[in-house]
T-cell receptor, first 115, second 115 residues
């Protein structure tokens, strides 16, 4: 069975600085996808970034980028130029290719951006 | 483009009762997945509906059931409610094309409290 581990329950960063959130996963699969979702206090889960395991190039979306280390089964999220609106719970998630919609989530990291 | 919507936003029930939660998928999407998110935890996959049939199921008992309608909207039904069913219930829609891992887009959730 696949598992996703986020070892940092809480983190804080000053506005405009950079922060990295950690995620490791365990799987015997070779074809899979990894995601970072953000859940602000409004509760709605918002997709931040997606990575296909077969792609060696790390995904990037504006201020958000990942460091995908397939052999180490590590998938960290870097947020550059942190903004107050980045304050949220961040969840790392795994999906096996061909699975029936089963996203497996970590327990989340609570990120606070301080002015 | 209309996003994923869910109703109601909040619900209070007593133990033993039954509840129905509703979800409208994002326009252009044909698949709906349901997740249960207990307080302080990551979401857990309940099941997915595609072409009006259950297409995959997590580790939830049969008293959790669902429906998908021709317009791709969906219902989650929970019978014989237990105190541990208190949680945020999230619906996510996606476009299923072959075996590709479709990105799931989440609704705002329904907060269920069982007394």
């Amino acid at each position: 069975a696949q598992t996703v581990t986020q070892s940092q329950p809480e983190m804080s960063v000053q506005e405009a600085e950079t922060v990295t959130l950690s995620c490791t996963y365990d799987t015997s699969e070779s074809n899979y996808y990894l995601f970072w979702y953000k859940q602000p206090p409004s509760r709605q889960m918002i997709l931040v970034i997606r990575q296909e395991a077969y792609k060696q190039q790390n995904a990037t979306e504006n201020r958000f980028s990942v460091n995908f280390q397939k052999a180490a089964k590590s998938f960290s999220l870097k947020i550059s130029d942190s903004q107050l609106g980045d304050t949220a719970m961040y969840f790392c998630a795994f999906m096996r290719r061909g699975s029936q919609g089963n996203l497996i989530f970590g327990k989340g990291t609570k990120l606070s951006v301080k002015p | 483009e209309t996003g994923v919507t869910q109703s109601p936003t909040h619900l209070i029930k007593t133990r033993g009762q039954q509840v129905t939660l509703r979800c409208s998928s994002q326009s252009g999407h044909n698949t709906v997945s349901w997740y249960q998110q207990a307080l302080g935890q990551g979401p857990q996959f309940i099941f997915q509906y595609y072409r009006e049939e259950e297409n995959g199921r997590g580790n939830f008992p049969p008293r959790f059931s669902g429906l998908q309608f021709p317009n791709y909207s969906s219902e989650l039904n929970v019978n014989a409610l237990e105190l541990d069913d208190s949680a945020l219930y999230l619906c996510a829609s996606s476009l299923k094309v072959g075996l590709a891992a479709e990105t799931q887009y989440f609704g705002p959730g329904t907060r269920l409290l069982v007394l």
